[in-house]
């Protein structure tokens, strides 16, 4: 038995690892266009777009191992049943289930390290490509940083560049707000002082504002009330910008949750993050059944092909069924943390019918 287990898992794990080399190759060469294009006004040269696409490919490696899975198991059971291979480890007294169950628990222990040990890898080098990167930005008038200092926002409105910090963003609020304006000559020309702001839309609305304004020699102040200013970000820019989690590993959001979110991150966020790395060790493992199914269960060898197209659909349905539910969350028809689990449980109730049908062929 455990001889038969070694060569499933090694010729499986050999498969999974052929699959991951292609993606990755298709990854290179489409992403390494996309940093020529980003990089083409800059005289560069090759090496920088290259380096930095072979800093984000193991991140995109990452998201798409779901679907690499799946195309692996669906073309390692094909190539099992032509080999007649199967019928062999029939004869061992291997059911169709135990065979899924080896491979589907292989995947979820694949899953598991990457999540443990590869993904504090990979996080550590998206880091260093967006760092990077963000250093030949062209538009840098406009400059969003978020840590533990608090929210420094830079933009130009006009001909004038406003400068905007804060203490720390709290639900739609920045909270202990200063406002400098400059005008062209990068002279302070206006001040706004308050305790909070509403940023949930791009009129930032102020309940209450110390106004100091300059003049050539002259400073007024005014208390206004009821104050509205125009401002390129929202909450929503705001959350999109700084709430990467492809930067922070599974471990060190675990250790340093708390520090998150005082820097602004919500709980609710930090939670749909940490679901979703635990959920992915299940979602491989679904993903191996749900191959199976689609192969396993027919005793015809000669529809590769068939398979093939049902694989490309069953990854596209899941992938639209994932943006489906995470709309929902969006919307606040459900949790975000169920919007991570639902794919999976709909994945789970199909295989979990579907597993009974292959044990009885």
């Known amino acids: 038995m455990k001889i038969v287990n070694q060569y499933l898992i090694i010729n499986y794990l050999k498969i999974v690892f052929n699959a991951v080399l292609i993606f990755m190759c298709l990854g290179i060469i489409f992403n390494l266009f996309e940093e020529i294009e980003f990089f083409k006004q800059l005289d560069v040269g090759i090496y920088l777009p290259l380096t930095l696409t072979l800093l984000f490919i193991p991140n995109l490696m990452v998201k798409l191992l779901p679907f690499i899975i799946f195309f692996a198991s669906v073309y390692y059971f094909i190539s099992l049943k032509n080999s007649k291979d199967l019928i062999s480890l029939r004869v061992f007294g291997y059911s169709n289930f135990k065979i899924v169950s080896v491979l589907s628990l292989t995947a979820f ?16 080098m998206i880091k260093y490509y967006e760092k990077t990167k963000s250093q030949y930005s062209k ?32 639900n739609v609020h920045l909270i202990d707000v200063t406002i400098y304006e400059l005008d062209k000559d990068y002279k302070i020309s206006k001040r706004i002082e308050s305790e909070k702001a509403d940023i949930s839309e791009n009129n930032w609305k102020f309940d209450k504002i110390t106004l100091i304004e300059k003049n050539n020699e002259d400073t007024t ?3 206004v009330k009821d104050y509205l200013m125009y401002s ?9 910008l700084y709430k990467n989690f492809d930067t922070i590993s599974f471990l060190s959001l675990i250790t340093n949750y708390e520090q998150l979110y005082e820097k602004g991150y919500s709980h609710s966020v930090l939670n749909e993050q940490i679901n979703k790395f635990i959920s992915m060790p299940f979602f491989l493992l679904l993903m191996v059944v749900l191959a199976s199914i689609f192969t396993i269960s027919s005793n015809n060898r000669n529809q590769n092909i068939y398979y093939i197209f049902v694989s490309i659909i069953t990854c ?15 919307t606040n028809r459900i949790s975000l943390e ?3 689990w639902m794919p999976i449980l709909a994945i789970g109730l199909f ?8 044990n009885e062929k």
Do not use: M
């Not at 940083?145 to 905007?164: A, P, Q, T, Y």
């Not at 295989?351 to 292959?358: K, S, T, W, Y």
């Open 109 to 124: 222990f694949f899953g598991l390290i990457i999540i443990f040990a590869f993904n504090p890898i990979s996080s550590s």
């Open 351 to 358: 295989c979990a019918i579907g597993v009974l049908q292959i």
């Open 221 to 223: 102040y005014k208390l």
């Open 232 to 240: 390129n970000y929202n909450i929503t820019k705001l959350n999109e």
């Open 139 to 170: 538009d840098i008038e406009h400059l969003v940083s978020i840590n533990k200092n608090g929210v420094w926002i830079k933009e130009k409105i006009n001909k004038n560049l406003r400068i905007i910090t804060a203490k720390q963003i709290t």
């Open 316 to 330: 596209v349905l899941i992938y639209y069924f994932k943006d489906f539910a995470l709309a929902l969350a969006l």
């Open 338 to 340: 169920l919007a991570v």
